[in-house]
């Protein structure tokens, strides 16, 4: 993470302290997922839509997955025409494009300790002018540990 320039959290944050451990200096674009309370609901917004060097994202916690999105998702989707949809809630890591609506989906899995996922993951990838590049999967370990 030090590397990064930002730093984007799809979600379940759970306790706000948390955050406190993400290096200082970094674009933090964190949203809130569904075990977060009202501290945290209070504080992060529940989806973002933002462009970073000319890519245009969408991140909300539930979002389903292609083809089968969550209620609403495929419609924001389809208005907004992201080419980045990051999400969570399943805290299994899965990258897939959707030709369907020319996106890439994007969950990068969990690297808390609780959840469905049996090794905590994250994704590193670089935007450069309008190009999602150099995409990768992170192992941090088994979950628990």
């Known amino acids: 993470m030090e590397s990064a320039d930002e730093i984007w959290h799809a979600g379940d944050v759970g306790d706000l302290s ?14 809130t997922g569904n075990i977060d309370g009202t501290e945290a609901r ?4 529940e989806e973002l839509f933002f462009e970073v060097e000319a890519v245009k994202i969408y991140m909300l916690h539930i979002g389903g ?8 998702v495929k419609n924001k ?6 080419q980045l949809f990051v999400c969570g809630h399943s805290h299994i890591c899965k990258v897939e494009f959707d030709h369907a609506l020319h996106v890439l989906y994007m969950n990068p899995g969990a690297v808390g300790n609780h959840g469905f996922h049996v090794v905590k993951t994250m ?23």
């Open 123 to 145: 994704l590193l990838f670089e935007l450069d002018q309008g190009q999602i590049k150099n995409l990768r999967v992170v192992e941090l370990g088994k979950r628990g540990k």
């Open 77 to 82: 989707l389809k208005s907004y025409s992201p």
């Open 42 to 45: 209070q504080e992060l917004p």
């Open 18 to 31: 948390v955050l406190d451990q993400l290096p200082a200096g970094k674009i933090h674009r964190i949203i």
């Open 65 to 72: 997955k292609p083809p089968y999105y969550a209620k609403g």
